[in-house]
């Protein structure tokens, strides 16, 4: 099959790209050229700019390919010009949206037919974490009324796995890898889910080998927070309650991944997958991704998310409760 992603060389989009070529498919990628690309000279590459609408697709003039994968539609501005260009010229559109379309959805577990935020308007550009699922929400809504029932929308949970350059996951495979005492968030009760970028990679493979349609959660393994922690091989660590931590202002961007339970978003940590899994998603054993990410970050600098300094204040705050 001729395949085109919009994206390709960055993360979701390059192992999905990996993905198809590994299927004997042929890929092309569309995107501005402007980051580092690994793929083999056998991609083909076109040039363009979607922040530019139609002005900017006119490499995708007179092609035909059987599917597209979008992993770089996040605005409407985006998403409707290239939606309404290959509607004529290929088969089937892959959306990659994000869990986040549900907002902060009280019911669990959460699953597809749970109602999903309202919609931002089409002329919103700015993305950012409250515009972000609403955003998402509206460009699902575009592909859906162009495509109708040769449209997959994927809804993944936080995506981790090698070259992840958001840092989530990094964060605590490198912090238990330098060793000492380490902030374990809340009582080891609370939850975390992720996907492996790898299993998402595949399944948008066999979606489109397979012509299915319809609207799927991509989520792997809930852990508690004491499994994972368990699983990172955590040594020394030192259990930090919620209230603490919220108490110091820290977010789930300082200290990734970890919400509390019956907290804020708490409830895109318990994702329902059966319906992919019956669809075909297989998921990797978590430890095979904490294997394979700590191989990839090694010698890599660690990010730039919660500071020493703050983690011993939360730890000493925390021990001098059992005082």
């Known amino acids: ?8 060389t960055q993360f979701i989009g390059r192992h999905i790209a990996e993905a198809m070529l590994a299927g004997g498919h042929a890929v092309t990628v569309f995107n ?3 980051t580092p690309d690994e793929l083999p000279a056998g991609v083909e590459r076109l040039r ?26 996040y605005t409407p501005r985006q998403v409707r010009p290239s939606a309404e260009r290959l509607q004529a010229n290929i088969g089937r559109y892959v959306f ?18 749970h109602e999903r935020q309202p919609p931002a308007g089409e002329e919103v550009t700015e993305i950012n974490a409250e515009t972000y699922g609403a955003l998402k929400v509206t460009c699902e809504n575009i592909i859906g009324q162009i495509y109708g029932d040769r449209s997959t929308v994927l809804r993944p949970q936080i995506v981790v796995g090698p070259q992840d350059p958001s840092g989530r996951f990094a964060y ?8 000492g005492p380490m902030l374990a968030p809340g009582d080891g009760s609370d939850h975390v889910q992720v996907i492996d970028v790898r299993d998402l990679a595949r399944f948008t493979r066999q979606v489109i080998e397979q ?3 319809g609207v799927f959660n991509l989520a792997g393994h809930r852990l508690t927070w004491t499994d994972f922690m368990n699983l990172l091989g955590a040594r020394d660590p030192v ?29 895109l940590m318990d994702v329902n997958n059966q ?25 890599k600098t660690p990010p730039d998310k919660l500071t020493p300094g703050q983690e011993a204040e939360l730890i000493t705050t925390a021990r001098s409760l059992h005082l």
């Not at 990659?96 to 037919?113: H, I, L, N, Q």
């Not at 259990?239 to 339970?261: H, S």
């Not at 319906?275 to 090694?298: C, E, F, N, S």
Request: net charge negative; charged share 20%.
């Open 1 to 8: 099959m001729n395949i085109l992603i919009l994206g390709g």
């Open 32 to 34: 501005r050229g402007q």
């Open 48 to 73: 363009g700019d979607r922040d530019e609408g139609a002005a900017g697709l006119h490499a995708l003039a007179g092609r035909r390919w059987d599917a597209c994968v979008d992993v770089s539609g």
């Open 96 to 113: 990659v949206s994000a869990v986040s379309v549900y907002g902060d959805p009280p019911e669990r577990p959460v699953e597809e037919s």
């Open 172 to 179: 605590w495979i490198q912090r238990v890898s330098q060793g």
């Open 211 to 213: 012509g299915i349609g």
């Open 239 to 267: 259990w930090v309650p919620g209230e603490i931590i919220q108490a110091a202002g820290v977010t789930e961007f300082d200290l990734p991944l970890f919400r509390r339970e019956h907290g804020p978003r708490s409830g």
């Open 275 to 299: 319906k992919a899994l019956a669809a075909g998603l297989t998921l990797t054993d978590p430890a095979i991704t904490v294997r394979d990410m700590q191989v990839w970050l090694h010698g």
